[in-house]
């Protein structure tokens, strides 16, 4: 809440197949400083969760009920999730130079339902979350920007690419200056949606 008037919320998914790890590290800390902003959050962990691709089977353009065929998953939850949220964020590992397969089945899902129904997340607020050993982190910023950015989704930047570089679960703790892109991405994005909802 800010102003006394307006209810918004940040909705986060964390796509590692580790719960609670450096994804979630980076990803807390951006949470932090939204609601310290007055703006409500959520954090999701697909850890665990069995979430599979898209079939490209095309229901979803004939259907246009915001939902995938895909029923025994929670994939039309988030969905829902997110349109009923002012901002997203996703925050994946770095395997292998790209995003977890759990983020990039939940973006390929979300991004056909998103089309089908004349763009749902339009004008949404959303920031892309890397966590990163050593290299390939930025391929992963990257694709999961050109998702927001193909679905019409507005992205703040910060005062560097929200990377932050950690190995054993817990190490993000220690790499300063990726906490600090963090902070300044929750202060941006929550400058940015409060415009967007004046
Ligand atoms: C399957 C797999 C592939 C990985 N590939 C890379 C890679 O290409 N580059 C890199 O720097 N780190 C790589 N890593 C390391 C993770 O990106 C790194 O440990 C990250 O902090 C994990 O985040 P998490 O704790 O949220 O799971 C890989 C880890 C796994 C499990």
């Not at 949220?85 to 983020?103: K, N, V």
């Not at 990163?132 to 050109?146: E, K, L, Q, S, W």
Request: proline share 3%; with cysteine.
């Amino acid at each position: 809440m800010f102003g006394g008037l307006v209810k918004v919320k940040v909705i986060a998914f964390n796509g590692s197949a580790r719960k609670d790890g450096n994804t979630a590290i980076l990803l807390r800390r951006v949470l932090k400083i939204l609601e310290e902003e007055g703006i409500e959050t959520e954090l999701i962990q697909l850890a665990g969760e069995p979430i599979r691709g898209c079939n490209a089977c095309r229901a979803c353009y004939d259907t246009k009920n915001e939902r995938c065929v895909i029923e025994n998953d929670k994939v039309n939850d988030y969905v829902q999730k997110m349109k009923e949220a002012d901002g997203i964020i996703l925050g994946s590992p770095t395997y292998f130079s790209m995003m977890s397969p759990e983020m990039k089945a939940l973006i390929d899902r979300t991004g056909y339902i998103a089309r089908a129904n004349n763009h749902l997340l339009k004008l949404k607020v959303g920031a892309a979350v890397v966590a990163v050993r050593r290299a390939g982190g930025m391929p992963t910023f990257d694709a999961i920007n050109h998702f927001f950015l193909i679905s019409q989704i507005i992205v703040p930047g910060s005062s560097y690419w929200n990377i932050g570089v950690g190995s054993k679960k817990g190490e993000a703790e220690a790499d300063e200056e990726g906490l600090k892109t963090m902070e300044t991405l929750g202060r941006n994005m929550a400058w940015l949606i409060k415009k967007l909802k004046a």
